[in-house]
């Protein structure tokens, strides 16, 4: 009897974190290959420059704690509306960049609210030399809770990339609300 109530409370635990697994479907962003490099854009990607939160007084505070943070949130507000730069390629598809940096930083982050990605489109987050990327995040990352965040980037910066075809252009939505820079 005690062996099938592990098993049950194993499987249902194993069931639950799949459930809030983020579904990544790989590749890589469409910046990085050949028929955009083709394209001969040389556009310039704006950069958010953040500055550095006290990390001083969080290690004090953090003396003697039971938890382990790692991160302090910054709040912001940046949408494909009021940040990053539109790029419209040749066959009338879209790509959003912007780039995220904050001095010092050992790793960033950031979360999302009002999370909504169309069919077709694809979302990824990358350092500058192009060796660490997540995504690609897609409709199948899409929430009930409209929230969304990414494992850290070992960097003081960090690149975010959307693109959506011709027929997904506007559907999109997502609010940066936090930059989380972690310190350790």
Known sequence: MKII???LSFL???ISINSYAQRNIGGIPYSHKLEFINQNIK???PVIE???????????????????????GIPVNLT?????????????DRIWRLKIYSSDAVKLFCSMVDFYLPEGSTLYFYDGNHQ??????SSLNNRESKQFI?????TQEF???YYEPKESSNKASFTIDRVYYGYR
């Open 5 to 7: 109530i592990y098993l």
């Open 12 to 14: 249902l635990m194993f």
């Open 43 to 45: 556009d310039e990607i």
């Open 50 to 72: 953040l500055t550095k939160p006290n990390v001083e007084k969080a290690l004090k505070e953090d003396e003697g704690s039971w938890r382990y943070r790692f991160a302090l």
């Open 80 to 92: 494909m509306e009021n940040a990053g730069k539109w790029t419209v390629l040749e066959n009338g």
């Open 132 to 137: 660490q990327i997540r995504g690609g995040f």
């Open 150 to 154: 990414f494992s850290p980037i070992k």
């Open 159 to 161: 690149y975010i990339e």
